[in-house]
């Protein structure tokens, strides 16, 4: 599996149409022979399962007899298969492994920088309770400037009852042509009735990385980051950020990852190799046990001192960065707990044009904590208040300024650290050898 295609973002799903490359991509077979064989589908998505899948025990169930099962029914439509397909990979109880069929698969944004169309939510499944969770809306999407938030509940769909419907049924229902309107009705914690919200549906050009050079308080210079996810393109737009505030003097840097999915699990230990010179970024962990570490390459762009915002919408791809900085003593982390998603999937394209999202692995941070269903507990903890969240809900352009309350409290700390290096001792040269 290239390591391109290994995904660790916090959805199931984006809610919005791409346009996917095909490099890479090879069909292990012709697509015409699956179309007429459809037990060769359901026989290929279960093998792929049995040699992969990060659970030996696949959820307690006896996986052999599972495939006795399917492949002793008889299936008269392509159809009827990728409903057996599914049902069969619902008995693994996780909501991050999926079939998508040729039209999803065809719509999931893996390894592109293709142009998105639609409201800019991704979207994951409770595995308790089977609701539809918002992970977190897109900045400058629709649904961002709606005032979606993380961890909402999304009960209707233009009226219609989500109720016992999949993510996948669920984003078709949420996508639609440019320039129409769909209404979600959401469930919010604290909000005592259900909210509406309607949002005309548009194209989005995704650039993950945005930055600027600031003056604030007693700091003269500062890099301000904001990274909202970890696509193809979000390691070499980081790595130009950092260049250019570094030639601009700043003196410390703040990178916001708050709302944060994920995405790319290469996209972020690539950009963690720009702020770490040594030591370990994380370690993968599959079904045998077998652990792949991954490390700093010596190659770091900066040593001046970091800040990391993060909240509960900053998952998987922005815990592995974030968790690794932390853990190598190279970044303070300020806000609240973040998700809570260790897991590594990838993403195979199956022989009639339909896809296979698996969960291959589990990763640790340079530790070995597990995060999974934990999250990151910051260092320094800064609840927003209710009247802040509405604030900033109600007016984007207000996060990461002086009115967003956890910029404040990170520029404060940021502020400590600048002055604790400016004051540390510097390294005496080594004297020069007598001639």
Do not use: C
Not at 77 to 83: D, F, I, K, N
Not at 91 to 102: K, N, S
Not at 275 to 280: A, Q, R
């Amino acid at each position: 599996m290239s390591r391109s295609k290994l995904v660790i973002g916090a959805t199931a799903v984006m809610v919005a149409t791409v346009t996917l490359t095909g490099a890479g991509i090879h069909w292990s077979k012709g697509q015409a022979f699956f179309q007429e064989s459809p037990k060769e589908l359901i026989d290929e998505v279960w093998q792929i399962i049995d040699r992969t899948y990060v659970d030996a025990t696949f959820n307690q169930v006896d996986w052999q007899a599972v495939r006795l099962d399917y492949l002793n029914r008889s299936y008269s439509t392509q159809e009827e298969a990728y409903g057996a397909i599914r049902e069969m990979l619902k008995q693994l109880e996780d909501p991050y492994t999926r079939f998508m069929d040729p039209q999803e698969f065809k719509d999931m944004q893996i390894d592109t920088s293709g142009e998105l169309t639609g409201v800019g939510i991704q979207l994951s499944q409770d595995e308790e309770t089977n609701e539809l969770i918002v992970v977190s809306p897109i900045e400058d999407t629709p649904a961002f400037k709606a005032g979606i938030l993380s961890k909402d509940v999304i009960t209707k769909i233009d009226g219609q009852s989500t109720e016992g419907m999949n993510v996948n049924d669920a984003v078709q229902l949420i996508r639609g042509p440019v320039n129409s309107t769909v209404v979600l009705t959401i469930r919010r914690e604290g909000e005592p009735q259900e909210l509406e919200f309607s949002m005309v549906r548009e194209r989005i050009e995704i650039h993950p990385v945005r930055y600027e050079y600031r003056s604030e308080g007693d700091i003269p210079g500062l890099g301000y980051i904001r990274l909202t996810q970890f696509s193809a393109n979000a390691a070499q737009e980081m790595q130009e950020a950092i260049e250019d505030l570094t030639q601009q003097g700043v003196q410390g840097f703040v990178l916001d990852l708050r709302s944060n999915p994920g995405g790319l699990l290469y996209a972020s230990i690539d950009i963690a190799r720009m702020w770490l010179d040594e030591g370990t970024i994380v370690s993968t962990v599959d079904r045998r046990g077998v652990v792949d570490e991954e490390k700093a390459n010596g190659k770091a762009i900066t040593d001046l001192p970091l800040v990391i915002l993060v909240d509960g919408g900053s998952a998987s791809a922005s815990e592995i960065l974030s968790g690794a900085l932390q853990d190598q003593h190279r970044a303070t982390l300020v806000g609240t707990q973040t998700f809570g998603k260790g897991l590594v999937q990838s993403v195979r394209p199956l022989g009639d044009g339909s896809g296979l999202a698996v969960t291959i692995a589990k990763y640790l941070t340079p530790s070995g904590r597990d995060i999974n269903k934990e999250g990151i507990t910051p260092d320094e903890v800064f609840n927003l208040e209710e009247a802040d969240r509405d604030r900033l809900g109600e007016n984007r352009d207000l996060i990461g300024t002086l009115e967003d309350p956890q910029y404040k409290k990170a520029l404060e700390v940021l502020q400590q650290e600048v002055t604790a290096q400016a004051s540390a001792p510097k390294p005496k040269p080594s004297p020069s050898p007598s001639p």
